[in-house]
Protein backbone atom coordinates (compact mmCIF):
# COMPACT_ATOMS: atom_id res chain seq x y z
CA UNK A 1 0.00 0.00 0.00
CA UNK A 2 1.01 3.64 -0.57
CA UNK A 3 1.58 6.23 1.96
CA UNK A 4 -1.39 8.08 0.64
CA UNK A 5 -3.78 4.99 1.31
CA UNK A 6 -2.32 4.54 4.40
CA UNK A 7 -3.23 7.99 5.43
CA UNK A 8 -6.82 7.29 4.16
CA UNK A 9 -7.21 3.84 6.01
CA UNK A 10 -5.71 5.17 9.34
CA UNK A 11 -8.39 8.15 8.88
CA UNK A 12 -11.07 5.64 7.96
CA UNK A 13 -10.15 4.14 11.20
CA UNK A 14 -11.07 7.46 13.34
CA UNK A 15 -14.28 7.41 11.56
CA UNK A 16 -15.19 4.24 12.83
CA UNK A 17 -13.84 4.98 16.13
CA UNK A 18 -15.90 8.27 16.21
CA UNK A 19 -19.10 6.14 14.93
CA UNK A 20 -18.39 2.87 17.41
CA UNK A 21 -18.49 0.63 14.87
CA UNK A 22 -16.87 -2.21 17.01
CA UNK A 23 -16.86 -4.61 14.48
CA UNK A 24 -15.43 -2.63 11.56
CA UNK A 25 -12.07 -2.15 14.02
CA UNK A 26 -10.27 -5.42 13.83
CA UNK A 27 -10.44 -5.40 10.34
CA UNK A 28 -8.37 -2.51 10.68
CA UNK A 29 -5.55 -4.15 12.14
CA UNK A 30 -3.07 -7.37 11.53
CA UNK A 31 -3.56 -10.56 13.79
CA UNK A 32 -0.73 -9.71 15.55
CA UNK A 33 -1.00 -5.97 16.03
CA UNK A 34 0.20 -4.30 19.09
CA UNK A 35 -0.80 -1.05 20.70
CA UNK A 36 0.73 1.17 23.49
CA UNK A 37 -1.18 4.24 25.31
CA UNK A 38 1.44 6.30 26.87
CA UNK A 39 1.08 7.44 30.24
CA UNK A 40 -1.50 10.14 30.62
CA UNK A 41 -4.02 11.61 33.68
CA UNK A 42 -6.54 8.17 32.71
CA UNK A 43 -4.03 5.82 32.59
CA UNK A 44 -0.98 7.01 34.52
CA UNK A 45 1.25 3.84 33.74
CA UNK A 46 0.24 3.64 29.74
CA UNK A 47 -0.69 0.33 28.85
CA UNK A 48 0.09 -2.57 25.93
CA UNK A 49 -2.74 -3.96 24.06
CA UNK A 50 -3.21 -6.71 21.61
CA UNK A 51 -6.02 -6.32 19.32
CA UNK A 52 -8.56 -8.18 21.25
CA UNK A 53 -8.07 -6.34 24.62
CA UNK A 54 -8.01 -3.26 22.29
CA UNK A 55 -11.56 -4.36 20.46
CA UNK A 56 -13.05 -4.90 24.42
CA UNK A 57 -11.71 -1.85 25.46
CA UNK A 58 -13.23 -0.11 22.46
CA UNK A 59 -16.78 -1.75 23.32
CA UNK A 60 -16.66 -0.60 26.79
CA UNK A 61 -16.50 2.86 25.99
CA UNK A 62 -19.69 2.99 24.94
CA UNK A 63 -20.70 2.42 28.15
CA UNK A 64 -18.56 5.60 29.42
CA UNK A 65 -19.07 7.97 26.14
CA UNK A 66 -22.12 8.63 24.53
CA UNK A 67 -20.33 10.41 21.33
CA UNK A 68 -16.90 11.52 20.34
CA UNK A 69 -15.62 12.93 17.55
CA UNK A 70 -11.71 13.42 16.18
CA UNK A 71 -10.55 16.28 14.77
CA UNK A 72 -7.49 15.96 12.66
CA UNK A 73 -4.99 18.90 12.65
CA UNK A 74 -2.14 17.21 11.07
CA UNK A 75 -1.31 14.54 9.04
CA UNK A 76 1.79 13.19 8.28
CA UNK A 77 2.06 9.59 5.60
CA UNK A 78 5.37 8.46 4.72
CA UNK A 79 6.12 4.67 3.46
CA UNK A 80 4.45 2.45 6.11
CA UNK A 81 4.24 5.14 8.53
CA UNK A 82 1.06 7.28 9.25
CA UNK A 83 0.97 9.97 12.27
CA UNK A 84 -2.06 12.04 12.72
CA UNK A 85 -2.62 14.78 15.40
CA UNK A 86 -6.37 15.34 16.53
CA UNK A 87 -8.30 16.81 19.69
CA UNK A 88 -10.54 14.44 20.60
CA UNK A 89 -14.15 15.02 22.31
CA UNK A 90 -16.21 12.79 23.98
CA UNK A 91 -19.43 13.44 26.01
CA UNK A 92 -19.55 11.35 28.56
CA UNK A 93 -22.02 8.88 29.85
CA UNK A 94 -20.66 8.82 33.47
CA UNK A 95 -19.29 10.96 36.35
CA UNK A 96 -15.23 10.89 35.41
CA UNK A 97 -12.98 13.38 38.05
CA UNK A 98 -15.05 16.43 38.17
CA UNK A 99 -17.05 15.98 34.86
CA UNK A 100 -20.13 14.55 34.94
CA UNK A 101 -22.56 12.99 32.39
CA UNK A 102 -23.29 15.20 29.34
CA UNK A 103 -19.74 16.99 30.04
CA UNK A 104 -17.01 16.89 27.36
CA UNK A 105 -13.52 15.19 28.03
CA UNK A 106 -10.95 16.87 25.60
CA UNK A 107 -7.36 15.22 24.45
CA UNK A 108 -5.01 16.72 22.53
CA UNK A 109 -3.84 14.02 20.87
CA UNK A 110 -1.20 12.26 18.16
CA UNK A 111 -1.22 8.41 17.13
CA UNK A 112 1.45 7.33 15.48
CA UNK A 113 0.89 3.73 13.30
CA UNK A 114 2.71 1.54 11.74
CA UNK A 115 1.41 -0.47 8.70
CA UNK A 116 1.81 -3.84 7.34
CA UNK A 117 0.51 -4.82 4.15
CA UNK A 118 -2.45 -2.00 4.49
CA UNK A 119 -2.91 -2.65 8.11
CA UNK A 120 -2.28 -1.43 11.59
CA UNK A 121 0.36 -3.36 12.78
CA UNK A 122 2.10 -1.16 15.75
CA UNK A 123 0.05 1.98 17.22
CA UNK A 124 1.49 4.61 19.79
CA UNK A 125 -0.92 6.82 21.42
CA UNK A 126 0.04 10.21 23.39
CA UNK A 127 -2.74 11.50 24.48
CA UNK A 128 -3.01 15.26 26.72
CA UNK A 129 -6.08 15.52 28.38
CA UNK A 130 -7.10 18.68 29.83
CA UNK A 131 -8.29 18.67 33.28
CA UNK A 132 -10.54 16.82 34.93
Known amino acids: MSANENLISAKRFLKALEEFDFDALKSFYTEDAEQTELPNQLKPKGDHRTVDQLV ?35 ELAVSIGSL ?31 AF
Open 56 to 90: ADFTRSKGILRKQSYRVSNELASDDRVMLEFIWEG
Open 100 to 130: SPGDTMRSHSTVCMDFKDGLIHRQRNYDCFE
